[in-house]
Nanobody, 125 residues
Framework: QLHLTESGGGSLQAGGSHRLSCAAS????????IAWFRQAPGKEREEVAT?????????PTYADAVKGRFTISVDNTKKMQLQMNNLKPEDTAIYYC?????????????????WGQGTQVTVSS
């Protein structure tokens, strides 16, 4: 069973940069899609970014709200990161990483079976 643990949340200033990390333990999936989601107070959870662990399966994708500011990455040790630049107050949310076995090229799935516990990001103006 795959376990995911996020870290790096905190109280941040608008315009600044910050990095979230997600460590995988247990039985990692050999080929998978990794995603970051976020949920702001009173709002539905939204997908922020996705990436294939095998880069030949496709390019990372980003929600319009974060495109050009956030970068998702995954390394060979199954550590996933979300680099967040030019932070805005509307980026305030609980951020979750997720993983799903996905040995296919193209778009990542809509549903994920492995989730982290979430980490709070608060951006002040």
């Amino acid at each position: 069973q795959l376990h995911l643990t996020e870290s790096g949340g905190g109280s941040l200033q608008a315009g600044g940069s910050h990095r979230l990390s997600c460590a995988a333990s247990g039985s990692p999936y050999p080929d998978n899609c990794i995603a970051w989601f976020r949920q702001a107070p009173g709002k539905e959870r939204e997908e922020v970014a996705t990436i294939h662990s095998d880069s030949t399966h496709g390019n990372p994708t980003y929600a319009d709200a974060v495109k050009g500011r956030f970068t998702i990455s995954v390394d060979n040790t199954k550590k996933m990161q979300l680099q967040m630049n030019n932070l805005k107050p509307e980026d305030t949310a609980i951020y979750y990483c997720a993983a799903e076995p996905w040995p296919y090229a193209g778009a990542c799935p809509r549903d994920y079976r492995a989730w982290g516990q979430g980490t709070q990001v608060t951006v002040s103006s």
